[in-house]
Nanobody, 123 residues
């Protein structure tokens, strides 16, 4: 039913910015919390950010607080992750994932996943 597609990744220099998008296929998008996770070489999958269905609760990993901003536009069935002041440590494949209503830091609690988009930060 629900399908998620990430876009917006690419190559950027340290200190640069990217905006990732997570687009959903169904009109019930506004019932879902959307989380962003990332997987980097040599590291476990980690939660990056999440926004609940109402847009009233925003969550960020300590490593990205003050640099990343999550938002949603339910009219467009899209969640965005604005990434500023990017560093090489941010290099990873970024996935968006959906679960009903509320955020969770545990990736196992998310039901649907996108295919991922590569973010590379390099000088």
């Amino acid at each position: 039913q629900l399908q998620l597609v990430e876009s917006g990744g690419g190559l950027v220099q340290p200190g640069g910015s990217l905006r990732l998008s997570c687009a959903a296929s169904k009109f019930t998008f506004d019932s879902y919390a959307i989380g962003w996770f990332r997987q980097a070489p040599g590291k476990e999958r980690e939660g990056v950010s999440c926004i609940n269905s109402a847009g009233s609760s925003l969550n960020y990993a300590d490593s990205v607080k003050g640099r990343f901003t999550i938002s949603r536009d339910n009219a467009k069935n899209t969640v965005y992750l604005q990434m500023n002041s990017l560093q090489p440590e941010d290099t990873a494949i970024y996935f968006c994932a959906a679960r009903y209503s509320t955020c969770s830091a545990l990736y196992a609690r998310y039901d649907k996943w996108g295919q991922g988009t590569q973010v590379t930060v390099s000088s």
